[in-house]
């Protein structure tokens, strides 16, 4: 399909030459044909060819969307590495947007490895070499930003207060506005300047939070204890971390301990060790100070791990291979099943692979991690490991929020996202060690998330939206985005390219 995209638009940019007008000057019907949000490439019936003008500037074949999207599919498998297939994705959005979403919608699992982790980080990498279209390392002879150290202090914040109020001036209060990846030293305030008085989120705060704690509350199903009853390690104290370390507290307040009590079942490592009170090397903030513990310094994780007792091992630390076999097997010595996350991403970056987690748990450990892992077959079963994917959140999240009309979006809502994903873990995914659904269901699921956020903002009276519909899953579902074309009759065109429905 991309081929024949090129294909089409060489053809239009010859028509033009040889009639010396410039693509500019061309008929607006065209844009039918230049335009990603309508373009619907040789989807074109004959009759839709003829009203909107657009014989000759395509090739004569008509193709139904399911022979388009077998075509993506196809062309697909002629590429060596991900990465190009990342490229090939990324033309296909620029040219019929409606088909992008088609393919990844439909082949989600297959397709989401390639346009998210971990082939997009290599993607942002290698950014200023790859830039056709923009779409949003100073060394790097290829680096196509602003050749200078980026601003700090007053003048930055006073740039994202100019942000923040241009796009409420310009697209309203409803407005999502999502923050992500922003370091350390900015996220955390700036989620708490703003999140009372914004729609807007940290999806590296709160949307990896919300996704970590959905596996850990389906890990239950399989360890059969209680989140209270859980001693629980992080390996990283940055902002997954601390969001994460922050909605388990209130997960367990919930089932009735005292947020002291739950803090104290949560331990964190940083750079300089297991984080303790007074600690000699310091690096202590006061995010990361919430957790710090009376205890003596320890910096080898092993020893920590021993130390500790853990029945959850969370890595967020982007340090590949620090859950050595020597730690695995340790957390397999202390728990029937040792619940072990390495959500660090891209692959490469792992704190262990599916593979050895199981081998030298022996099988016993419950696993996810932040990039794709393959099904892994030990003693002869065999188990699919988990993805904890920030994409089983944020879609569902945003769907609620502006459907229903939330002013602000509280921290208690991706709880209330993470135990709605957690319900949609069946029997059957648990079986084969799964403790999130399958990503090609993530619409489904999304949708399922969105209407249990809605239920929660009209209780807690945030939904603006009336009437309060009675079906909220079918009310979001008519929300979501429709990867169908649409028709094209003489009635729905006029000269600026544009239609109505």
Known sequence: ?????????????????????????????????????????????????????????????????????????????????????????????????????????????????????????????????LFERPRGLLADPFYIGLKQKRVRGPEYDDFIEEFMEAIVKKFGRFCLIQFEDFGNSNAFRLLEKYKYHYCTFNDDIQGTASVAVAGIIASLKITGKKLSQNIFLFQGAGEAALGTADLLV???????????????????????GLIVKNRPSGGINAHKGKYAKECHPIQNLEEIVKFVKPTVLIGVSAQKGV???????????????????????????AECTAEEAYTYTEGKCVFASGSPFPPFTYQGKTYHPGQGNNAYIFPGMALAVTGCGVHHINDESFLVAAKALANQVTKEHISEGRVYPPLQSIRDVSLNIAAKLAQYFYVESMATYRPEPEDKVSFLKGKQYDYNYVGYSNRHINLNGLFSQ
């Not at 088609?102 to 989401?112: A, G, I, K, N, Q």
């Not at 209130?250 to 964190?268: N, Y």
């Not at 859950?323 to 970056?349: E, G, Q, R």
């Open 1 to 129: 399909m991309g081929l024949n995209n090129q294909k089409m638009q060489c053809e239009c940019k010859s028509a033009q030459i040889k009639s010396k007008k410039p693509i500019e000057n061309a008929h607006p019907l065209t844009i039918y044909i230049r335009d990603p949000k309508v373009c619907k490439g040789l989807a074109y019936t004959g009759r839709e060819r003829e009203v909107l003008k657009l014989r000759g500037l395509l090739p004569p074949a008509v193709r139904s969307s399911e022979l388009q999207v077998k075509a993506v599919l196809e062309n697909l498998k002629g590429y060596e590495n991900d990465l190009s297939r990342y490229l090939y994705l990324r033309q296909l959005q620029d040219d019929n947007e409606r088909l992008f979403y088609r393919v990844l919608c439909e082949h989600t699992d297959l397709l989401m490895p390639i346009v998210y982790t971990p082939t997009v980080g290599l993607a942002c990498l290698k950014y200023s070499v």
């Open 250 to 272: 209130m997960a367990m307040d919930q089932e009735g301990l005292s947020k002291d009590e739950a803090t104290s079942r949560i331990w964190m490592i940083d750079s300089k």
């Open 323 to 349: 859950f050595t076999p020597a730690v695995l097997k340790a957390m397999a010595s202390m728990s029937d099943h040792p619940v072990v996350f390495a959500l660090s991403n891209p692959t490469d970056k």
